[in-house]
């Protein structure tokens, strides 16, 4: 009898949680339009990258998927819009190194990169490119390092702006070669692409992404990859370690979050239906024509990656004593 009333019990609670709102909701997704909020200004990297993956997800959930663009605060704009959002599928972050790996080891955010977000999976690397003017008299990382030793503090380094990854780069650069250059903060990658371009500066640490284009029309030269190898679109360009800087891998990467308490069955579906997306020789062509490419993940090495880019850049910001503002 006991057995008996023991089973049913069971029987009746899993039903219970089988058809809870949550669950119908979860199994029911998605019902409605899903918004990618983008956390930079349109016609940059992180939105043209969100827009190719807007449009296939779309195809792949039978459910229109927008992108929004919200930026400002390096990102952290964005980053809390989502953080705080309804954890329903329907609000999710294309977030990148500044969201989730500077930003948390350079200020206090009023979101946590690791608490307040459920990752959903990664999207695309791209690795850092060292570039420089062309007349700057150096073609390699290494000669620009001699250059810097025989000239210290007269070479100037251009950034997308203070505490951003190009900025951050360069000065692991000086860390890691024991040199001095000055730098520039720009509002944006553009403008200091461009002053780079015009001699205003002689160097910058951008996304390949965001470089590519200028190097092969020869308005820049690319001096050395920061990656662990060499770049496939860029094959001739050694990395900096082959021309002797060590840790110099600085990767720009770019993935997916949704809200915290998101439910797992629509991170889950998410992931799968992202990673179809990437996995598909139009979207990866797509990509390598911008300098990028395609990487997909795991929600959990996702997870894994937030922690250690948090952990990293801390070090870095610490030993250069380096300030949001």
Same mark, same amino acid.
């Given at each position: ?8 019990? $069971? ?24 918004? $990618? ?19 296939? +997800?779309?195809? &792949? ?44 080891? +350079?200020? &206090? ?26 007349? +700057? ?30 900025? +951050? ?46 190097? &092969?029309?020869?308005?820049? &030269? ?22 002797? $800087? ?80």
């Amino acid at each position: 009898m006991l057995t008996t009333i023991s089973g049913r019990f $069971i029987r009746v609670l899993a039903m219970t949680i089988l058809f809870s709102p949550m669950a119908v909701y979860s199994q029911a997704y998605p019902t409605k339009t899903i918004t $990618i909020i983008v956390p930079t200004a349109a016609g940059g990297a992180n939105d043209a990258m969100a827009r190719i993956v807007a449009q296939g +997800l779309g195809v &792949k959930l039978g459910q229109p998927v927008i992108v929004d663009n919200k930026p400002g605060g390096n990102g952290a704009i964005a980053s809390e819009f989502v953080a705080r959002a309804n954890p329903d599928g329907y609000t999710i972050l294309f977030g990148y190194i500044a969201t989730h790996g500077i930003n948390p080891a +350079l200020q &206090k955010l009023k979101y946590d990169p690791v608490i307040d977000f459920e990752p959903i999976g990664m999207v695309a690397i791209s690795p850092t490119l060292l570039v420089a003017n062309t007349s +700057l008299p150096v073609q390699n990382a290494k000669e620009l390092v001699a250059l810097l030793k025989a000239k210290p503090g007269t070479i100037s380094y251009a950034s997308a702006g203070q505490g951003t990854a190009p900025h +951050l780069t360069g000065e692991l650069f000086k860390i890691n070669t024991g040199t001095d250059m000055l730098h520039v903060p720009y509002k944006g990658s553009a403008p200091a692409i461009v002053d780079t371009i015009g001699g205003t500066t002689q160097v910058m640490f951008p996304s390949l992404f965001t470089a590519y284009p200028q190097v &092969k029309g020869g308005k820049l &030269k690319a001096l050395g990859i920061a990656g662990n190898k060499r770049s496939t679109i860029l094959p001739n360009v050694p990395t900096l370690a082959e021309q002797g $800087i060590p840790n110099m891998s600085v990767t720009q990467w770019y993935a997916l979050f949704a809200p915290a308490k998101t439910p797992k069955s629509i991170i889950d579906r998410l992931n799968k239906e992202v990673n179809a997306v990437l996995n598909n020789k139009a979207t990866e062509k797509k990509f390598e024509d911008q300098g990028a490419e395609v990487e997909t993940s795991t929600p959990e090495e996702l997870k894994t990656l937030v922690q250690k880019e948090v952990a990293r850049w801390k070090k870095v910001v610490t030993t250069a004593k380096i300030t949001a503002d």
